[in-house]
C-alpha cells in the first residue's frame, strides 16, 4: 500500500523547467543576484503583498541575520518553545539567550499575556511563532513591545499568503522571516526571505545576506552569505504560478478533515478564524486521550503501521533539547500549555496532491 506522507513537495512542471534550466545554461550566470534571483524577489514581494523582501538560501539564516540586521547582539529575547528547533537556534549562534514563554492553550502561538512576566532589564526582543501559519495576536504583541522598547521578529516560516482583513500577517513586527523549505506550502526546495519596512532597512539586509558587501571592495559589516542561485530562484517563479491551486486543494483537505472529525471525542483540531486568508499548512489534531480511548503515540504508531505517516510537530519541545534545557525558562512549571500540547499533537497529512482515497485512509485510521 503505497505511504502516505505529512507533506509532498509541490514540483513545477519538468519540461518547463528544463526550458528555464536551457536558459540558464546558455547565460551562465548561476548565483550571486542574477536576472532570476531579482525577478523572483519583485513577484514574491508582489504576491505576499509586502514592499520590501529579501530572498535567501533557507528559512534559518533570515532568523540568525534578522537579529543581526536589528543589532541584537547580547542579552535575553523572548520566544516560545512550541515550534521548530531553528526558531531558538537562531537567538543561541547570535550570543543571545532564549527565554521560553508559554504558549495559549488553542493556537499554539506565544501567550502574550505571559509575557510582560518575563522581561528583565536583559530582554532585547520578542521572537514569536505563527505556529501552522496562525497569526499571532500581532496588536497585544506590539504594545507589549513598544511599552518597553523591544523589537519583534517573526518567525513566519509558516505563515506563507496568511492575511488578516486582507493585510499580510508580514507586515507585523519589526522583521518577518519565512522558510521556502520543500516541505512548505510554497517551496525553492530550500529557500527563505526577510520581510522587512524600508528601503534602508532592506539594504542593510542585502548586505548581510551577501558577506556585507556594498561593492567590490568595501565590506560595511560582518555578513554571511545566504544568497539564493539563479536555478532555484528560476523553480520558484515556476512555482508561484501553481501556489494558489495548491493552497486551493489543501483548504478542501482541511474541510473534509474537519466535517469528520467533528464529532470524534476526544479530537480537536484548528478553525478558519474570522478575516484571516489561512494557508493550510498543517492540519494538527490534539488528542485527549482519556475522551478519545487511546493515547496520541498509539494512535500516531498505529498510523505508521498502516503507512499514514503523520508528524508530531512540535514535540519535544524546544525547551527540552540539549542545549536548552537548563534554561531557567525552560522548566515543565513554566511551560504547562506547552507541554501538554506538545504531548497531544499529531499533524496530519494534507498536500496539494494528497487524493480524496488518501484522505478516507487518514480518516480510517483516526475513526
Ligand atoms: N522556523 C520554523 C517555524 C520552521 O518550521 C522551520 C522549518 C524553520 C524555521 C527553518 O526553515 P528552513 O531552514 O528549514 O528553511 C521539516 C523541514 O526540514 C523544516 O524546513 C521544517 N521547518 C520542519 C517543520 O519540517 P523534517 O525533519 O520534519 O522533514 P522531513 O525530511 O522528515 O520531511 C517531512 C516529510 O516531507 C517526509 O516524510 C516526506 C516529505 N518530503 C520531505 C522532503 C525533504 C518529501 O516528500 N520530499 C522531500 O524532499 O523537517
Known amino acids: 500500500m503505497k505511504t502516505i506522507t505529512v507533506t509532498s513537495p509541490l514540483l513545477p512542471d519538468l519540461d518547463t523547467l528544463h526550458e528555464v534550466m536551457q536558459d540558464i545554461w546558455a547565460k551562465k550566470w548561476v548565483t550571486n543576484l542574477g536576472e532570476y534571483h531579482e525577478k523572483l524577489e519583485k513577484e514574491l514581494a508582489e504576491y505576499l503583498g509586502v514592499p520590501y523582501l529579501s530572498l535567501f538560501t533557507n528559512g534559518t539564516i533570515p532568523l540568525i541575520t534578522a537579529l543581526q540586521a536589528l543589532e541584537i547582539r547580547d542579552g535575553e529575547v523572548i520566544t516560545t518553545p512550541y515550534s521548530f ?9 547570535n550570543g543571545l539567550t532564549p527565554v521560553f514563554v508559554d504558549i495559549d492553550p488553542i493556537t499554539g502561538n506565544i ?16 521572537m514569536p511563532v505563527h505556529v501552522y501559519g496562525t497569526p499571532c495576536d500581532v496588536e ?28 499580510s500577517i508580514l507586515q507585523a513586527g519589526d522583521i518577518s522571516t519565512l522558510s521556502f523549505h520543500a516541505t512548505k506550502v510554497y517551496n525553492t526546495l530550500e529557500g527563505g526571505a526577510i520581510v522587512c519596512h524600508s528601503a534602508e532597512m532592506k539594504k542593510k539586509i542585502d548586505y548581510l545576506r551577501n558577506f556585507g558587501f ?35 486543494r489543501r483548504r478542501e483537505v482541511a474541510l473534509k478533515y474537519r466535517k469528520a472529525l467533528a464529532d470524534v471525542p476526544g479530537i480537536r483540531f484548528l478553525d478558519d478564524l474570522e478575516g484571516v486568508r489561512h ?81 478516507a485512509r487518514v480518516l480510517e485510521c483516526i475513526l
Open 214 to 248: 556594498e561593492d567590490e571592495t568595501t565590506v560595511v559589516g560582518p555578513g554571511i552569505n545566504g544568497k539564493m542561485d539563479e536555478v532555484r530562484s528560476a523553480y520558484g517563479l515556476l512555482n508561484l504560478r501553481q501556489v494558489d491551486a495548491a493552497i486551493a
Open 279 to 359: 494557508n493550510y499548512a498543517y492540519f494538527p489534531i490534539f488528542i485527549d486521550e482519556k475522551a478519545y480511548g487511546r493515547s496520541r503515540d498509539v494512535l500516531y504508531f498505529d498510523m505508521k503501521s498502516k503507512g499514514v505517516l503523520g508528524r508530531r510537530y512540535f514535540y519535544p519541545l524546544i525547551s527540552s533539547f540539549g542545549p536548552y534545557s537548563s534554561l531557567p525558562s525552560a522548566t515543565k512549571e513554566n511551560l504547562p500549555a506547552a507541554n501538554a500540547i506538545a504531548d497531544s499533537v499529531i499533524c496530519l497529512p494534507i498536500h496539494h496532491a494528497l487524493s480524496d482515497e488518501d484522505v
Open 111 to 126: 501567550d502574550p499575556s505571559k509575557i510582560e512576566a518575563a522581561i528583565t532589564p536583559r530582554t532585547k526582543a520578542i
Open 140 to 167: 497585544r504583541i506590539q504594545e507589549i513591545a513598544d511599552a518597553h522598547s523591544l523589537k519583534v521578529i517573526y518567525d513566519a516560516a509558516h505563515a506563507f499568503g496568511v492575511s488578516v482583513d486582507g493585510n
Open 85 to 93: 528547533v531553528a526558531t531558538t537556534h537562531a537567538l543561541w549562534w
